[in-house]
């Protein structure tokens, strides 16, 4: 397969051509990851589409809401520290390759702070690239989903 077949490659290009990713700021770049998360993952068809019970969607949402809550500066970077280490526990019970497996692991993209993400070395890039390859692991045309959210955030 061409790399540029895959569609989070395609996708994270496509994005580049209308966006300077390069310049995003890591709390504008958390501000669409939990935006997207929130408003196109959680909705309640996408979650029974990806097979979410309830009990796997609650320990998902708790996770998304402390990472949320970090960037609203509701609780300290401590307190996000210990949210991580306990959805990474979490997210090795779950079974390999499964739905919940692959949405947690896109909500603890944003349970990290800009230092511990050493988003200033790796920058938004790496950071994007990343999110849109655990968003292929969800399945196609999520990619697309985000791609599309991301242009409409920047009005572009």
């Not at 796997?56 to 509701?74: C, M, P, T, V």
């Not at 991580?84 to 390759?97: C, N, Q, T, V, Y």
């Not at 655990?134 to 959210?149: H, M, P």
């Amino acid at each position: 397969m061409d790399i540029y077949e895959r569609e989070d490659i395609y996708e994270y290009d496509e994005l580049e051509k209308v966006i300077d990713i390069k310049n995003i700021s890591f709390e504008k770049l958390m501000g669409v990851l939990i935006g997207f998360t929130f408003s196109e993952l959680f909705a309640k068809d996408n979650l029974r589409k990806l097979i979410i019970d309830s009990e796997a969607e609650e320990i998902i949402r708790h996770y998304a809401l402390q990472g949320k809550a970090f960037f609203d500066k509701s609780i300290t970077k401590e307190a996000l520290f210990e949210e991580r280490i306990s959805a990474w526990g979490k997210h090795d019970e779950f079974p390999k390759d499964s739905a919940p497996k692959n949405l947690l692991r896109l909500v603890i993209y944003f349970l990290y702070d800009e230092k511990t993400a050493r988003y200033d070395n790796s920058g938004p890039e790496l950071y994007l690239e990343a999110f849109f390859s655990s968003l292929l692991d969800l399945g196609g045309g999520y990619c697309t989903q985000f791609r599309r959210y991301m242009k409409e955030y920047y009005n572009v």
